[in-house]
């Protein structure tokens, strides 16, 4: 059996070797992924996001818990966990900790937690964390949840990456640090204000729907910015679907409190997608956003490769002497125009 | 007289255009760009970098103040202030207002402040603003200071341009946000403690102490991570210069206190780098930095121009039904090879 057979048989081991296979982007891993890939398109990715300090780990345990355990007449699903930790670039170790956790979950093979540095990111994801949601995706999990500390390029690139996004709040955080982040609203389809349970919850509630009137709705789509080619809009249907409204939901994630509630906005946003079309256009902006990034890279070693030995040191040099700009310096690397 | 020309002999006005033609990124502000920069690599570069709260804005104000005023036996110094501002994608205004600033200031032709807006930059700084500099620094600014907000990619990024990068952190904005910040200390030449007067002063202090002890020095062209073309390591000089010890000010800006202090500590980091080889260093950094983005923008250009119209199309529809995966897909896109 290869490992990519173990894989979707459900080997936990075989899982666990080739997440890290894909985490350190081998020559395997890419193979096992481009196998894998038709068996994906099928999980509901999940992202959560938010200031460190709001309790979002909580909150993904509990939603984990949740969907393991789900009330009366409803079947479990398998639930895995992709933990984005920004690491310290000195000690290289994550700064969250509190990775031992979900211990009342731990045994319980529908559920796989995966920590992952976002290291080496400068500020983003790490590249690779789109090949491990594919690989839990094509392994049958049917819940993604990929949990990110707000900071900037990683929210965007959360929200690109999932079809919900969560976006965590917490009372008592300070009021200048809300108002930085304004532009998470542009990626939160559902707010959740957790440790609800804390003075100046109101504050931060009201702070939340203060901005959400202010904000116009926009489609996420819209995110994609930087296409390799635009494409024209796909005109089937030229009636605008309704727009979502972003809900606000209080949790106290330590007490589960509001956790069933939660989960229930997530089913309507994945309803919402299902019956907009914004589940077709979210996994197309993700795909073409993936195949740009490969392209991008491709291109620039194609290109490396066709340069001759020394000519990029000899153009730099005479951009470090400023004999040529940065644009003439690509012009000439380009059209071999050492004009100047 | 041309544009060029007119910012060359100090003209205000032709300056303000030429930094907007320089914003839009229009072909005349590219040709002005390649013709400025020959009269580039004087200035001084200061990046000054924070959560909001800190006191950022008072911080580079009062800098301005004291290089407009130095004391007694030093020559007054020509400043610009590049303020790069996050932008709610809603608003598309300023978040942090306080561009009323520096009345006292306001008359005096040694001083320019120019606000931009990073909006769909998604996260990192705008691209323009390494070509703002370079006006600036033509124009015979002997001081650059570049303020951004601290969130992820953007301070990563004025990092990169900068010879001089302050991060300035403010006492009682929460342990935890202290916490995810060990990042930053990758990017600090010199630590500022603003609003000393407030409690919690030593916390914070001891807090950032604690991160230096914890981190091993590291030298800043690391962070030119991503290379088109790596180069062999100069090897002139095979003695490592002592490396330079990250201090920790505090200053009181709205009271300007400890202004001249800090002011002295940027003059004896810029004196470090000038004779340690550090100064050569951080320019060809940027500089190859700068080449390798326009570089891989032209890649992508010419390479959209040589594909068949519908050709990339093509390919996507494969991708998007997972008869390709991502990486078959650009195999496909380059080889043509679309035998899966």
């Known amino acids: 059996m290869t490992l990519v057979e173990a894989v979707l048989s459900g080997e ?89 956790r979900m211990r009342d979950l731990s045994g319980d093979p529908g559920v796989f937690i995966r920590s992952m540095s976002a290291r080496g990111s400068l500020g983003g994801l790490a590249p690779a964390t789109g090949g491990l949601v594919e690989v839990f995706d094509a392994a049958g999990f049917e819940v993604i949840l990929i949990e990110t500390v707000g900071a900037g390029q990683a929210e965007v690139d959360v929200a690109r990456l999932a079809h919900t996004t969560l976006v965590v709040e917490a009372p008592g955080l300070g009021d200048d640090i809300q108002a930085i982040k304004a532009g998470i609203l542009e990626i939160a389809d ?11 919850v109101e504050n931060t509630e009201r702070a ?21 080619v635009e494409l024209p809009v796909a005109t089937g249907n030229p009636e605008p679907a309704p727009a979502w409204e972003t809900p606000i939901y209080r949790t106290v994630a330590t007490e589960g409190a509001g956790v ?19 589940w077709e256009r979210r996994e197309h902006a993700r795909l073409q956003h993936e195949l740009d990034a490969i392209l991008q890279v491709a291109l620039i070693a194609r290109w490396r490769d066709s340069v001759p030995a020394g000519r990029y040191q000899e153009v730099l040099d005479r951009l470090l002497s400023r004999r040529l700009s940065p644009h003439q310096a690509v012009a000439a690397l380009l059209d071999g125009d050492l004009a100047p």
């Open 12 to 100: 936990r081991l075989a899982l666990a070797r080739l997440l890290t296979q894909v985490e350190n982007d081998t020559p395997a891993g890419r193979a096992a992924l481009s196998e894998l890939f038709p068996h994906t398109g099928k999980a509901h990715l999940i992202g959560v996001t938010g200031a460190p300090g709001t309790g979002k780990s909580s909150l993904v345990n509990q939603l984990a818990r949740y969907y393991r355990r789900p009330p009366e007449g409803q079947a479990p699903r398998r639930v895995a966990v992709v933990a984005v930790d920004p690491a310290s670039p000195f000690t290289g170790g994550a700064l969250l900790g509190d990775r031992v």
């Open 190 to 200: 559902i707010l959740v204000v957790n440790k609800a349970d804390r003075p100046g």
């Open 208 to 228: 939340l729907r203060g901005m959400l009137q202010l904000a116009h709705p926009v489609d996420r789509s819209s995110l994609h910015h930087g296409r390799m």
């Open 260 to 278: 069933a509630e939660l989960a229930a906005a997530i089913q309507r946003h994945r309803d919402y997608l299902t019956s907009s079309g914004g």
